[in-house]
């Protein structure tokens, strides 16, 4: 069974702190793991995904295996950062499968100034 | 930058009736998603569709729910019965591949059964 914890459902700093959103994930295989955000009135967007390893707006985030978790960190925040934020996991489907993704409960950030 | 379109932004029905929501996915995707998010909880998966068929479906997604992609544009969520349990926001994805590819979400679609 795939499942996603995100244990954090409010998360609140000041602008240019650091920010750890906290993501932990159960999953039998190899999963894809992605981080969505979705900032207000707007649709659910990806933000990056752990096979890119790639920094998006500041934002990183790396697959650890052993602890079966992979964090989203920045290390300034900035007020336009406020958001909330999914972390989602997708497993390999058949050839003809598609990779539904299962999420987590999701993290509102706020970033105060 | 293409997106993904669904109608109506609002539903409201009364319970037992038919509901039909609406997704126009991105052109040249192949995958497409039906997920849902009742308020104050997660977004669940419902059910994923590929090459004219269901690929996968959840414990959710049982007989009253049915999709259909028509006309090779749009796709649609149907509901036969509505309950007040599936009051919730509903959001369609669509995807060109499996896996690592960046599902694409519409606005959602918030469904309110009275």
């Known amino acids: 069974a795939q499942r996603v914890t995100q244990p954090e459902k409010l998360l609140s700093v000041f602008k240019g702190a650091p920010v750890e959103l906290k993501c932990n994930y159960s999953y039998s295989g190899s999963p894809e793991l992605f981080w969505y955000v979705q900032y207000s009135r707007q649709r659910l967007q990806l933000l990056l995904r752990?096979?890119s390893r790639e920094s998006i707006k500041g934002f990183t985030a790396d697959l650890n295996k052993g602890e079966t978790s992979f964090h989203l960190k920045k290390p300034f925040a900035q007020e336009e950062d406020s958001a909330m934020y999914y972390c989602?996991?997708?497993?390999?489907?058949?050839?003809?499968?598609?990779?539904?993704?299962?999420f987590g409960e999701g993290t509102q950030l706020t970033v105060n100034p | 930058e293409p997106e993904v379109t669904q109608t109506p932004s609002h539903q409201v029905t009364q319970m037992g009736q038919e509901v039909i929501l609406r997704c126009v996915p991105i052109?040249?995707?192949?995958?497409f998603y039906w997920y849902r998010q009742i308020l104050g909880q997660k977004v669940e998966f419902l059910v994923s569709?590929?090459?004219?068929?269901?690929?996968?479906k959840s414990e959710i997604f049982d007989d009253q729910f049915s999709v259909e992609r028509p006309d090779g544009s749009n796709f649609t969520l149907k509901i036969r019965s509505t309950k007040l349990e599936d009051s919730a926001m509903y959001f369609c994805?669509?995807?060109?591949?499996?896996?690592?590819?960046?599902?694409?979400f519409g606005p959602g679609t918030r469904l309110t059964v009275t």
């Open positions: 052109s040249n995707h192949l995958y």
């Open positions: 569709f590929y090459n004219n068929e269901i690929s996968e």
């Open positions: 752990h096979i």
């Open positions: 989602a996991l997708s497993g390999l489907g058949g050839e003809t499968s598609g990779s539904r993704l299962t």
């Open positions: 994805a669509s995807t060109w591949g499996r896996s690592s590819y960046e599902q694409y």
